[in-house]
T-cell receptor
């Protein structure tokens, strides 16, 4: 079963506008969430994370929002830049003792100049 | 080294052959993960190491897949009797403070 879901496989946004990428999870034991960005032929790179004790974390142009009751998180990028064009993965982890990260299937973001 | 290093970066092998993929994690990182990404798919968890032990190997697709880690550092992922469906990018990551750092991956093509 897909415990972390990214239901939008792709998203196109105009440069300067806001990009909103969404992620849903099913396992209530998850308590730590991350976003990664991946360019072709490279490994994913860490963007931003959030603990379940928070509902928002901001780092420059990137903000992650967590809605625990809805088991939903989102990544906001504002303003979007052409260099942000990549595949974005959300990931979740729990403290069940395994600490493995479960990834979603990714959303391909294209920022149009 | 500054980051996670994987070798080889590309590997083409014939169906039925065995392959070994190597991962050098960031020095001092005790946790190490293997994932794979098949064409058009997300990141599929394979195995997680804490030190030299693997408390979670639930993602290994079959008994043809095995992994080990020695000295709490280098890890090798071995695929025996490779099949075409094993073709994917195999990614290794190590983590510290709740953040996983990935290598560039090994692209495996089984022909």
């Amino acid at each position: 079963d897909q415990q972390v879901k990214q239901n939008s496989p792709s998203l196109s946004v105009q440069e300067g506008r806001i990009s909103i990428l969404n992620c849903d999870y099913t396992n209530s034991m998850f308590d730590y969430f991350l976003w990664y960005k991946k360019y072709p032929a490279e490994g994913p790179t860490f963007l931003i994370s959030i603990s379940s004790i928070k509902d928002k974390n901001e780092d420059g142009r990137f903000t992650v929002f967590l809605n625990k009751s809805a088991k939903h998180l989102s990544l906001h990028i504002v303003p979007s830049q052409p260099g942000d064009s990549a595949v974005y993965f959300c990931a979740a982890s729990g403290t069940s003792g395994t600490y493995k990260y479960i990834f979603g299937t990714g959303t391909r973001l294209k920022v149009l100049a | 080294g500054a980051g996670v290093s994987q070798s080889p970066s590309n590997k083409v092998t014939e169906k039925g052959k065995d392959v070994e993929l190597r991962c050098d994690p960031i020095s001092g990182h005790t946790a190490l993960y293997w994932y794979r990404q098949s064409l058009g798919q997300g990141l599929e968890f394979l195995i997680y190491f804490q030190g030299n032990s693997a408390p979670d190997k639930s993602g290994l697709p079959s008994d043809r897949f095995s992994a080990e880690r020695t000295g709490g550092s280098v890890s090798t992922l071995t695929i025996q009797r490779t099949q075409q469906e094993d073709s994917a990018v195999y990614l290794c990551a190590s983590s510290s403070q709740g953040r996983a750092f990935f290598g560039q991956g090994t692209r495996l093509t089984v022909v």
